[in-house]
């Protein structure tokens, strides 16, 4: 069972507009959320976290939302470069783990010139 | 800066063969992962480490072990490697979990592993 979900595999947005990725739980013991982003051939790199207690967190062109009462958090993009065109991914920790997370499938983010 | 290396990132093997990947990590990370990366699959972790020589399996452990002799030193060992264990494979460390917005996991930059 999934308990973090990325509904959509790829998104496809013009430069300077904002991406929006999108990322659903379904575990409210959830207490922090991270987005990874990740080049081809290379690892992922964190890229932002949020904390359950916040609902928002902002990072330069990096903001992630999160919205507990619908299990949603999302993040945004402004403005999208071509750069920034990698899959996303959103996890959480297993509630109680040694660290351990839990990813969701990723979505494939591509930034047209 | 975090660093996380991996012996190779390109590897062909051959069904049947033993196959070792090994993943070192320069900041004295207690925690220690494999993943293996697949398209519409995402990130799945196969086995994690939480100090030497303690091992735990992941959600896909099958046909995998896994060795940790040193702290820094973490190896994936597939015994007898098949053509559906060809994947990327990633290896990650963190430090222990404070709850501060700063813990993550770092990551190697994947070994691309394909079985004949």
């Known amino acids: 069972d999934q308990q973090v979900k990325q509904n959509s595999p790829s998104l496809s947005v013009q430069e300077g507009r904002i991406s929006i990725l999108n990322c659903d739980y379904t575990?409210?013991?959830?207490?922090?959320f991270l987005w990874y982003k990740k080049y081809p051939a290379e690892g992922p790199t964190f890229l932002i976290s949020?904390?359950?207690?916040?609902d928002k967190n902002e990072d330069g062109r990096f903001t992630v939302f999160l919205n507990k009462s619908a299990k949603h958090l999302s993040l945004h993009i402004v403005p999208s470069q071509p750069g920034d065109s990698a899959v996303y991914f959103c996890a959480a920790p297993w509630a109680g783990s040694n660290y351990k997370l839990t990813f969701g499938k990723g979505t494939l983010l591509t930034v047209n010139p | 800066d975090v660093k996380v290396t991996q012996s190779s990132r390109y590897l062909v093997k051959r069904t049947g063969e033993k196959v070792f990947l090994e993943c070192v990590q320069d900041?004295?990370?207690?925690?220690m992962f494999w993943y293996r990366q697949d398209p519409g699959l995402g990130l799945r972790l196969i086995y994690f480490?939480?100090?030497?020589?303690?091992?735990e399996k992941g959600d896909i452990p099958e046909g995998y072990s896994v060795s940790r002799e040193k702290k820094e030193r973490f190896s994936l060992i597939l015994e007898s490697a098949s053509t559906n264990q060809t994947s990327m494979y990633l290896c990650?460390?963190?430090?222990?979990?404070?709850?501060?917005?700063?813990?993550?996991?770092?990551f190697g930059p994947g070994t691309r592993l394909t079985v004949l």
């Open positions: 480490s939480y100090d030497v020589k303690m091992k």
């Open positions: 990650a460390s963190s430090g222990l979990w404070t709850g501060r917005l700063t813990d993550t996991q770092y």
């Open positions: 900041m004295d990370h207690e925690n």
């Open positions: 949020i904390s359950s207690i916040k």
């Open positions: 575990n409210s013991m959830f207490d922090y």
